[in-house]
């Protein structure tokens, strides 16, 4: 009896890995016709962003969502370097994945690329405190930010996007 309870337990673990992972492509493309919605004239780079997490999997390698859960995206093109930063986190997971101006992907780290302040503002889904940060410690090039939410329930999700310029200050932000 103990045996067919693990074997059981055991192929219902990996369906539901096999479902999620199946998953991330349509999530994928579902965020990129939300961010295409809202905030097509403003970013030029949202295919592009699609293409990295098309060919990185990153975000296949979260680790497994639990049915009722939030996962943040951030996404930025650096003019400066020409290059695509993707975080995405939950509460118990961060990756990171960036692709370089040669389209090279670089290894997909647990790292975090954006300050904890921003993170902060965007997992609170603070969007009139990202705008007065826009204002008041906006940074030069003003590079766009894109910032997703996914919100799992019951094997539904919802996505949110919103867009602002990056802000940083030395005082509060810098690397410690």
């Not at 859960?69 to 695509?84: P, V, Y």
């Not at 040669?102 to 993170?119: D, L, P, R, S, V």
């Not at 902060?120 to 410690?137: C, G, M, Q, R, T």
Request: glycine share 2%; with cysteine.
């Amino acid at each position: 009896m103990k045996t067919k309870f693990i074997i059981l337990l055991g192929c219902l673990l990996l369906i539901t890995m096999y479902v999620s992972g199946q998953n991330w492509n349509k999530i994928s493309k579902d965020i990129k016709k939300k961010q295409l919605s809202m905030i097509a004239s403003e970013c030029k780079d949202i295919n592009r962003y699609y293409e990295l997490r098309k060919s990185s999997e990153f975000l296949k390698k979260m680790v497994i969502i639990p049915r009722n859960d939030t996962i943040f995206i951030l996404q930025i093109h650096r003019e400066i370097d020409a290059s695509l930063y993707s975080m995405i986190w939950n509460k118990s997971d961060t990756l990171s994945v960036n692709l370089d101006d040669f389209g090279i992907t670089t290894e997909i780290t647990h790292e975090q690329t954006f300050t904890n302040y921003m993170m902060k503002l965007v997992s609170e889904w603070n969007f009139e405190e990202i705008k007065k940060e826009e204002l008041k410690n906006g940074t030069l090039p003003s590079d766009i930010i894109l910032a997703t939410r996914i919100i799992f329930r019951n094997n539904q999700y919802k996505i949110n996007c919103l867009y602002f310029k990056n802000f940083f200050n030395i005082e509060r932000d810098r690397w410690k």
